[in-house]
């Protein structure tokens, strides 16, 4: 990457190399990028399988020697969490469906997680990459739009399908039909409706990758400084100035990724209640 | 930043994981919150019982202890009377014992002094015969005089 920042448009290219997920498949031979339907984000796959793994495995470990009376304290982080989240379903939730929590808990877990990769300093894990002959790693797997709008069509196709089985599809089509106008702008309700509901996935969907997206790209400008600078003196003046920039924005940003997965979280769990509720 | 075929592979994944999450954390941990919440509501359920049967049987304690006070008192009360009715007893009795030995004294007294009287009487009579003997100068027949003899015993 030094050969980058020495050249002329090194800034651009370095952070045009870094948002570059690895492809595999149908990909650009030169930019690298997605070419065709065919294309596989590996890095976002493997970071975020790779996630999923550690959450899987943890709560298996966790889940599989749970004590009631005297419990360790990673059960007792689990369970703070647990709890947590059954409340948010408690308190915003309408009825009662087995499902949503732990779905709740699992987008609170699995977000968190990939949002962490984040605090990652940014060239480590491409760094580590290109020691295995991966040039172009992006590791977190949320600044892929891929990730958040697969999280947010499966609620998506969850808020469809309780729609349908709590209002039945009758009761669904009338709500495409009547609301919010009633009767007499049907055209108008349909529209609406259509908007609305389509507006959930994307909304969730572009609200994680947005933030997410531009808190990496924050950091790879902060990252910049430091490398811009030349040898010799501005060198000692930037690398210090880079690395208070840069606790800034990490603590900043832990607060942001904490925020983004509790809102989708939040959010899916409103979308879920609303479809459980029978009063459009 | 293109929509691809990754797109379905994270919807995999994300199912997946639900279903793991669900399976392995969650189910086992909220059954095992739900039993915590029953267990801690049981034992406080306990300590209500434990505490309520603890005033109960400190209520019972306080009235037996009241009750055989009571008890005690009137126990006491009745040894009073009956140990005031056998010292009255006791003191008519030794009245009557003192009355009883005081009339034996008496009649024993009596008895002495009859005794001695007639004694006394006897002796008289023996010496006012003897002295009447000497002045008549001669012997009385005792056998004849008797008769003249009791006669004057008597009249002593």
């Known amino acids: 990457m030094s050969a980058e920042q020495s050249s002329g448009g090194g800034t651009v290219e370095y952070i045009q190399h870094h948002l570059t997920n690895l492809c595999a498949g149908e990909c650009d031979p030169v930019t690298h990028a997605a070419n065709g339907f065919f294309a596989w984000h590996l890095d976002t796959i493997f970071v975020s399988l790779l996630l999923a793994l550690t959450i899987v495995f943890v709560g298996w470990r966790v889940g599989r020697n749970l004590n009631p009376n005297t419990p360790g304290r990673f059960q007792n982080l689990i369970e703070g969490i647990v709890e947590f989240v059954s409340g948010q379903v408690r308190d915003t939730f309408p009825g009662h469906n087995p499902l949503i929590a732990p779905l709740a808990l699992t987008i609170f877990l699995w977000v968190w997680l990939m949002n962490f990769m984040d605090m990652i300093p940014v060239d480590l894990l491409p760094l580590i990459a290109g020691w295995f002959g991966i040039h172009y790693f992006k590791a977190v797997p949320t600044t892929d739009l891929n990730t958040t709008l697969a999280m947010s069509l499966t609620v998506f196709l969850l808020i469809i399908f309780y729609s349908i089985k709590v209002k039945g599809p009758v009761g669904y089509l009338k709500m495409f039909l009547f609301h919010p106008f009633g009767k007499f702008l049907v055209p108008v309700n349909i529209v609406m409706t259509l908007i609305e509901e389509l507006a959930k996935p994307l909304s969730l969907a572009l609200r994680l990758f947005g933030n997410l997206f531009a808190g990496e790209l924050v950091f790879l400008l902060i990252a910049l400084i430091g490398g811009t600078a030349a040898i010799g003196v501005a060198m000692a003046l930037m690398l210090p100035l880079q690395a208070v920039l840069d606790l800034g924005w990490l603590i900043f940003h832990l607060l942001v990724i904490t925020l983004q997965a509790f809102i989708f979280m939040v959010l899916t769990i409103v979308y879920l209640g609303m479809a459980h509720t029978d009063d459009h | ?156």
């Open chain 2, 1 to 156: 930043m293109n929509i691809t075929v990754t797109l379905f592979a994270q919807m995999a994944a994300f199912i997946m994981l639900i279903i793991f999450v669900n399976k392995l954390l969650w189910g086992p941990m909220n059954a095992m919150l739900a039993e915590r919440q029953k267990r801690i509501s049981d034992g406080l359920a306990a300590a209500e019982k434990g505490k309520h049967e603890l005033e109960l049987s400190e209520k019972r304690a306080k009235e037996a202890l009241v009750e055989a006070k009571n008890r005690a008192s009137e126990i006491i009360a009745q040894a009073e009377k009956r140990a005031s009715e056998i010292i009255d007893g006791a003191k008519t009795e030794a009245r009557a014992e003192g009355g009883r030995l005081v009339a034996a004294a008496k009649a024993e007294i009596d008895q002495e002094v009859n005794r001695a009287k007639e004694q006394l009487r006897k002796q008289v009579a023996g010496i006012a015969a003897a002295g009447a003997g000497k002045i008549l100068g001669r012997e009385i027949d005792a056998n004849k005089h008797d008769d003249l003899l009791k006669d004057l015993v008597a009249q002593i």
